[in-house]
């Protein structure tokens, strides 16, 4: 049994910053690359960040420089976390975590969390 859940999204004017959280419950968690992505209004899910078992990051074009993606492994669980800074408008979307592609194929880690809200706005 695996389990998505979100948290610590909310409106944050222009150039703030917000900490998103992702509880990933399910073994399979831990020894996959864990990712957020995004889905804005009118627009697909695309990939934010992702992290190797061992920390390495990787980001989207639009993150780097400006996010950060973290994780903390259990034997049955991840925490994974995402440090927005200097926010824009154009971040607004949801924002969901999972396993990378390849994990999501692998696993057929198919269904996915609530997401939560991030809103970018004066």
């Known amino acids: 049994q695996v389990q998505l859940v979100e948290s610590g999204g909310g409106l944050v004017q222009p150039g703030g910053s917000l900490r998103l959280s992702c509880a990933a419950s399910?073994?399979?968690?831990?020894?996959?690359?864990m990712a957020w992505y995004r889905q804005a209004p009118g627009k697909g899910r695309e990939l934010v960040a992702s992290?190797?078992?061992?920390?390495?990051?990787?980001?989207a074009e639009f993150a780097r420089g400006r996010f950060i993606i973290s994780r903390d492994n259990s034997e049955n669980s991840v925490n994974l976390q995402l440090q927005m800074n200097r926010l824009k408008p154009d971040d607004t979307a949801v924002y969901y975590c999972?396993?990378?592609?390849?994990?999501?194929?692998?696993?057929?880690?198919?269904?996915w969390g609530k997401g939560t809200l991030v809103t970018v706005s004066s």
């Open positions: 999972n396993a990378d592609g390849t994990g999501r194929l692998l696993y057929g880690l198919d269904d």
């Open positions: 399910g073994r399979v968690f831990s020894t996959v690359p």
């Open positions: 992290v190797t078992t061992d920390g390495h990051p990787n980001y």
